[in-house]
């Protein structure tokens, strides 16, 4: 069955450090994964795709498959980085399967 | 473009009562689906259906719970007899008819609080 495993439910940095969100999964396809982020007061949107292998907001995430993490990474954290950030695997045609999602803060 | 639209923004209701979740789909957009978040726990998928419809409702309770997508109007998520245990928010997405799959996005409206008294 897949899983996907976000083990920190807060996590707090101070402004300009870098932060990792972890993000764990388990399936028994090819994986695709994903980083959704849910900003106060705004919807829960994608932040990005791992494979666009892009860098979104400074943001940037590697699948390792022998780990079979995804983890979601920023050198230097500002304070507009604080929401809820969401991993999430795709799995077969149609579904999205999300992790419990970790709170993050930055303090300035 | 509005963006995807759920009503009600929340929803009370009591125990044995029912209750209809209502999702308009971004403008061109065709396909919808419906997630839940209980309390502590991360979105799970439900159903997934296209304009008259079902096409994947493995995420489904096995009783109660039904969906819609009608040809003309909003997505529909129908609760009968709801408990407690169904307060959650409800969270709708839709994406569009077109698009291959590993570029598909979906766009999530703000969802809907379900508190059963």
């Known amino acids: 069955a897949q899983r996907v495993t976000q083990p920190e439910k807060l996590l707090s940095v101070f402004k300009g450090a870098p932060v990792e969100l972890k993000c764990n999964y388990s399936?028994?396809?090819?994986?695709?994964l994903f980083w959704y982020v849910q900003y106060s007061r705004q919807r829960l949107q994608l932040l990005l795709r791992?494979?666009s292998r892009e860098s979104i907001k400074g943001f940037t995430a590697d699948l390792n498959k022998g780990e079979t993490s995804f983890h979601l990474k920023k050198p230097f954290a500002q304070e507009e980085d604080s929401a809820m950030y969401y991993c999430?695997?795709?799995?077969?045609?149609?579904?999205?399967?999300f992790g419990t999602g970790t709170r993050l803060t930055v303090i300035p | 473009n509005a963006g995807v639209m759920q009503n009600p923004r929340h929803l009370v209701r009591r125990r044995g009562q029912e209750a209809r979740l209502r999702c308009s789909p971004m403008k061109g957009h065709s396909h919808v689906y419906w997630y839940r978040q209980l309390p502590e726990e991360g979105l799970k998928f439900m159903v997934y259906?296209?304009?008259?419809?079902?096409?994947?409702e493995s995420g489904m309770p096995k009783e109660r719970f039904s969906a819609e997508f009608p040809k003309e109007g909003p997505s529909i998520l129908r609760i009968q007899q709801v408990v407690r245990g169904d307060s959650a928010a409800y969270f709708c997405?839709?994406?569009?008819?077109?698009?291959?799959?590993?570029?598909?996005?979906?766009?999530f409206g703000s969802g809907t609080q379900l508190s059963v008294l």
């Open positions: 399936y028994s396809g090819s994986p695709e």
């Open positions: 997405a839709s994406s569009p008819q077109q698009g291959a799959p590993t570029n598909e996005k979906l766009f």
């Open positions: 259906l296209q304009k008259e419809n079902i096409i994947d």
């Open positions: 999430a695997l795709k799995t077969g045609a149609n579904n999205l399967f």
């Open positions: 791992h494979i």
